[in-house]
């Protein structure tokens, strides 16, 4: 292109000059609107864009979604899991795209019109301004008269003047003008083609993309899956001509086995009504266990069948009648037919028979000091000498209680004193969970109920849920963990003859300062050594081994031994560092955060436990040191018993709370156990808690306490619990109402027993 007008135009600043100036002028003008338009849209196009990704991406994650739903069905899990990778792909190609696309276009344009159409406005402007000037001097100068030559000469200087710099002012005018309209051409060019070339990169990658896509594979599999459906859709209609031949009897029994393990059966409730309920009965982990149609959890009916017997009912009215009978409990159940009558019977029998071979409660504990089940499984004489005896109670009215010492002493090692090994136990430390002679209690007695709460398995009355951890626990399990390693030279293993200060001295040091535990100070090769400069050394290779050594999860995915041997090094590294130089400060800051993550190991062991309400590994972490309180604030700061509350154990809540429990400790939403306790509608908890003191003033961070929250589910028997624990603390310092205690105590334990026997009873849905 040329010059919009010719020099010779521009000095005369003829009317040509004007015209041509004024035209480019309104082209600019069009040209600065025809840009900021698209500009805006351009800016409109980014922002649908946006969203459009915004709505794919949320698409996206529903197909994410989708997927997980087929994880089972691996060859559509793949295929959904390979086009959910893809529309990722593709969108973050769309992205690109729109960034591009913003840098081509609008910001481009946008700094052609900051930058070069706004410098022109400006220099127009001058350019007018010097114009004025020019004729208000042109004019000035025809006007002066002839009589005045110094006015004149002045004017006339003036004039030159002011043309000049009109000159110059409109030369530099026409120039920007002249260029721009050049560079009008090649700019918009230059963005829109850049825009085209985003584009093509865009459609080209996801080209490529789609090409290494096998759709021809996925229709051919769609097509195998549908014929698939087609061929299970023909079976299954032939089955209502295979219903009509076939024998219903032949459904009774699982394949070529009597023994029926799960199915439908009809239960006779405990209330005045005794009405009868059909429910869906399973035997499964030593367990009996029930529940209806719609529920999706199981009640339990019997959580030990090692205390149960079995028998069918020949004097009832309703047919197919059979009972089963516990030291505590009794129910009456009825089959559908004579046959599944007498094949629930054989199950059953064959269930309590496995129970007394099998492994005791908690067979869950997995760990490298577990118990051999042959050890742990209870006599099978006591426990059905025991069984037998609530069979007297089979007519009605409630049931006796249970004759505690055979039961007890009928769990293998329990026959002996966990301490002197003498025959014949007659006593027990309920928290510890072991059984003991006479002379051996008298010096558990002695170290104070913070060790050891001593109790007769004879003279004093026993709860359900004491009885059930005793069977828990027991001298072998217990043993395992206090005496992995006994050391003679500490102390004199006593026996059924020694004097009470060789007793006094191995109990102490076994319970009080534990000195046969395998503590976790200890390396395994007590006569290896550290150097001070092998520690950084050391330290970092075990750190390297040990990377998830703070990240703890319920499964607890450190092997103790590691995390032992672990820990000897770092110990052995701190004792170096009291008589050693050299080791930077990074180590020793190393040394101490792995030293205090280790001490966490055991109470993360106890909360992991609690969750799994394994009195066994509940038993190990705080012989190995746990904290019964110590608060998981990664978990909103419950505690142990805050876990166990919510698992429904109420033998493991016992375990905890007479181990040194604090019953009223709130986690960072302020709740306490009690609180959990209500909102699950747990009665046998809330009693346990009552028991022990808990206060049921504490409020939570959303104003709660426990009676409230029990008002609101609609819990009648919390709900009485609670106000008749405030009445009879109102009560208890008042002269003229010396029962109340008693009357409290009395309700609260037909309450545990309801909870432990009749389960059913209290457990009622929340509204």
Not at 713 to 719: E, F, K, L, Q
Request: charge should be negative; proline fraction near 3%.
């Amino acid at each position: 292109m040329k010059s919009i007008v010719t020099l010779d135009e521009c000095l005369k600043d003829s009317p040509n000059f004007r015209s041509t100036l004024s035209k480019n002028e309104d082209d600019i003008r069009k040209l600065e609107d025809k840009l900021v338009k698209v500009i805006k849209l351009c800016h409109d196009m980014i922002d649908s864009a946006d969203s459009f990704k915004r709505s794919k991406g949320a698409f996206i994650n529903g197909i994410f979604d989708l997927t997980l739903h087929f994880k089972e069905d691996l060859p559509v899990f793949n295929t959904l899991t390979e086009i959910n990778d893809t529309m990722k792909k593709l969108l973050h190609y769309q992205s690109i795209l729109v960034e591009q696309m913003d840098r081509a276009v609008s910001k481009k344009l946008s700094e052609f019109v900051d930058r070069k159409i706004n410098e022109c406005k400006k220099t127009k402007r001058h350019f007018d301004k010097i114009s004025e000037s020019y004729d208000e001097a042109l004019i000035k100068n025809s006007q002066t008269p002839k009589s005045k030559p110094a006015e004149c000469e002045d004017v006339r200087n003036l004039l030159t003047a002011t043309r000049g710099c009109f000159q110059h002012t409109a030369l530099d005018y026409i120039r920007q003008i002249s260029c721009l309209q050049s560079q009008k051409r090649y700019e918009v060019l230059d963005s829109l083609i850049l825009l085209v070339q985003a584009c093509g990169t865009y459609f080209q990658q996801g080209a490529d993309l789609l090409k290494d896509f096998d759709v021809k594979s996925v229709v051919t599999s769609i097509e195998k899956m549908k014929e698939e459906t087609h061929t299970l859709q023909r079976e299954l209609e032939q089955n209502h001509s295979i219903v009509n031949k076939m024998d219903l009897t032949a459904t009774l029994s699982d394949g070529d086995s009597l023994i029926r393990s799960q199915g439908y059966l009809f239960k006779r409730t405990t209330n005045a009504f005794k009405t009868w309920n059909r429910r869906w009965f399973i035997i499964e982990d030593n367990k009996l266990k029930y529940k209806k149609k719609s529920e999706k959890e199981y009640s339990t009916m019997e959580e030990d069948l090692r205390l149960c017997n079995v028998k069918p009912v020949i004097d009832s009215e309703r047919r197919f009648c059979f009972e089963i009978v516990s030291p505590t409990r009794y129910h009456i159940l009825q089959a559908d037919s004579e046959e599944a009558c007498r094949h629930w019977v054989a199950s059953l029998q064959a269930g309590i028979d496995a129970a007394y071979n099998g492994h005791c409660i908690g067979d869950n504990f997995e760990t490298s000091d577990s118990i051999d089940s042959s050890d742990t499984s209870l006599s099978s004489n006591s426990l059905r000498s025991a069984g037998n005896l609530s069979q007297s109670t089979s007519g009605g009215g409630p049931p006796k209680p249970p004759r505690v010492h055979p039961i007890i002493t009928g769990l293998p090692g329990n026959e002996f004193c966990a301490d002197c090994q003498s025959n014949d136990p007659k006593w027990a430390s309920i928290n510890l969970g072991i059984t003991l002679c006479i002379e051996c209690s008298g010096v558990h007695r002695s170290l104070g109920v913070h060790i050891s709460k001593v109790k007769s398995l004879i003279l004093d009355a026993w709860d359900s849920e004491q009885i059930k951890l005793m069977l828990a626990l027991g001298n072998t399990v217990v043993n395992s963990f206090y005496e992995e390693k006994v050391d003679e030279t500490i102390a004199v293993r006593p026996n059924s003859s020694s004097n009470p200060s060789e007793r006094e001295l191995w109990i102490k040091a076994k319970y009080v300062k534990k000195d046969f535990v395998l503590k976790s100070l200890e390396s395994k090769d007590k006569h290896s050594t550290l150097t001070s400069n092998d520690f950084t050394n050391n330290l970092s290779e075990n750190c390297e081994n040990n990377t998830n050594i703070g990240s703890f999860d319920n499964r607890l995915s450190i092997e103790y031994d590691e995390l032992n041997q672990l820990y000897a090094v770092i110990k052995e590294a701190e004792e170096e560092l009291t008589h050693a130089a050299g080791i930077d400060g990074n180590s020793v800051s190393m040394a101490s955060n792995l030293s205090l993550q280790y001490k966490n190991y055991f109470n993360l062991m106890l909360y992991s436990a609690a969750k799994d309400a394994n009195a066994q590994l509940m038993c190990k972490a705080i012989c190995k040191g746990a904290q019964v309180n110590w608060s998981n604030y990664d978990d909103e700061g419950m505690t142990p018993l805050h876990q166990l509350v919510l698992t429904g154990s109420v033998p493991c809540c016992e375990y905890l709370l007479l181990n040194g429990a604090k019953c009223n400790s709130q986690d960072s939403l302020g709740r306490s156990p009690l609180h959990l306790a209500t909102e699950k509608s747990d009665t046998g908890i809330v009693c346990l808690l009552l028991k022990r003191g808990a206060d049921q003033t504490l409020i939570d961070q959303e104003g709660r306490d426990a009676l409230s929250i029990a008002v609101n589910n609609a819990n009648a028997d919390i709900v009485t619990l609670l106000r008749l624990a405030k009445l009879n603390e109102e009560m208890r310092n008042d002269e003229y109402s010396p029962a109340s205690e008693d009357i409290f105590n009395e309700v609260v334990r037909d309450f545990s027993h309801k909870a432990s026997n009749d389960y059913e009873k209290l457990k009622r849905p929340n509204d």
